[in-house]
């Protein structure tokens, strides 16, 4: 099969989406499918073999990040195209445009090599934007990865905004109804948890039949335990913490608690202190500066190693569609101390392979990680547990399996109505 992937930004480094698409595009292609992927910035670097088509993007964020790079144009009148100045400015006032002009754009990009090579299927991976549609009205078929609703992450930044302001701020930002209805005009849905599954049908009235729960996959060869020397009660967190759906804050308040029972030290995986506002503003205020190191970006064995060398990992999210950090660390050998936050359940087993507490409650976090700390054998249990339930469970090839079957259902309609939805297995 010929399959187009959509990725409104495709970087490894901007989040699990990014995952998701590096390594789910690698095992189609190794399953013999072609593979194009039209992407915003940052660019993805994806596989060899596997075609990547960049488009531009205008938006206000990314003249924050590469401001050379965005106003070094060889026409400088792109700046007033009414889509290109629309995107800048609806950025710059704080609303999340990128997957609505993302879509827009990339119709011409897909027309352009649909003419040249007829596409069997289109993927889009999150974005839903309204531009989706064009495409479809192309007559190729065209199914979605929704990894979780953008409704639940508004729901938890507007729960932690600290005035009115920042409130109607987090409100605006997300294009939660232009993906509602989006969502519900496409051939299929792909989530990749049943808690996933459960928040579409419920935030985007998609019924559960248009759907398939398809686990992600962890690449086992390269998360997996090292020989490193274990840093002494050393806790490690991966995540953005600036989203407040990943519960940082909590994680924080919960090292206040046990800022005088317990000689911890937190290994803070996320962007640069200096590009950071929450966590150093909460680590001020709580007198825990000295306990926290922050690595800022780091690659993907330098990540490996991290997590070996640590005595635990933790992932408070509020919410998770499926908890890449979890897995990950499962997959080196470590315990986890994550909350019951949407499909976290579904990774980490309780008392098994970590503990699972409620979400937002940083006692009930604190009292778990200090248990875990004192029992150096329950550790090494729970870590072994878990790097094998990852190798039974959560693997890639068998993702591309899976999703190569929702494929061909969409594009044998006769196949697909006599078809019952796949299980995750």
Request: net charge positive; hydrophobic share 40%.
């Amino acid at each position: 099969m010929n399959i187009c992937f959509l990725m409104y930004h495709g970087s490894m480094y901007s989040g699990g989406q990014g995952i998701y698409l590096y390594y789910l595009t690698r095992e189609l292609m190794r399953l013999g499918h072609e593979v194009h992927v039209i992407a915003g910035p940052p660019y993805p670097i994806m596989d060899e073999g596997v075609q990547v088509h960049r488009l531009e993007s205008f938006s206000w964020f990314r003249f924050v990040e590469a401001r050379r790079e965005f106003l070094d144009r060889p026409n400088p009148l792109q700046f007033f195209y009414p889509l290109n100045l629309f995107e800048f400015a609806s950025t710059r006032a704080g609303i999340f445009s990128l997957m609505f002009t993302f879509s827009l754009r990339a119709v011409a990009k897909f027309q352009e090599l649909h003419r040249r090579h007829p596409f069997d299927i289109v993927h889009d991976n999150q974005g839903l934007g309204i531009g989706l549609l064009l495409i479809k009205s192309c007559g190729v078929p065209m199914v979605a990865t929704i990894h979780h609703p953008l409704s639940i992450d508004v729901r938890n930044a507007v729960a932690q905004a600290t005035g009115p302001i920042e409130k109607a701020r987090r409100l605006i930002y997300y294009p939660i109804f232009m993906q509602e209805f989006v969502a519900r005009r496409l051939d299929r849905i792909i989530t990749v948890s049943e808690a996933s599954a459960r928040m579409v049908e419920l935030a985007f009235a998609v019924p559960r039949q248009q759907m398939d729960v398809i686990y992600n996959g962890i690449d086992t060869d390269v998360f997996r335990p090292l020989r490193v020397a274990k840093q002494p009660n050393d806790i490690i967190y991966v995540s953005n913490s600036e989203d407040r759906n990943k519960g940082a804050l909590y994680l924080l308040q919960a090292l206040r608690y046990l800022r005088d029972s317990t000689d911890y030290r937190l290994t803070f995986v996320d962007r640069p202190r200096q590009q950071l506002k929450l966590a150093p503003r909460l680590l001020r205020r709580y007198g825990l500066s000295t306990r926290v190191r922050f690595t800022g970006r780091v690659t993907t064995p330098q990540l490996v190693r991290h997590y070996c060398r640590a005595q635990m990992s933790v992932c408070p999210s509020l919410y998770e569609g499926f908890g890449l950090p979890a897995a990950e660390a499962m997959a080196c050998g470590l315990p986890v101390v994550t909350t019951t936050g949407g499909a976290l359940p579904e990774v980490v087993e309780d008392g098994v392979t970590g503990i699972l507490v409620p979400p937002a409650d940083a006692r009930a976090l604190a009292e778990a990680m200090d248990n875990l700390m004192r029992d150096a054998p329950l550790r090494q249990r729970m870590g072994q547990a878990g790097r094998q339930r990852i190798l039974e469970k959560f693997n890639w090839r068998k993702a591309a399996l899976q999703t190569e079957a929702v494929y061909q259902r969409v594009c044998e309609p006769s196949l697909s109505a006599a078809s019952a939805p796949l299980a995750a297995s």
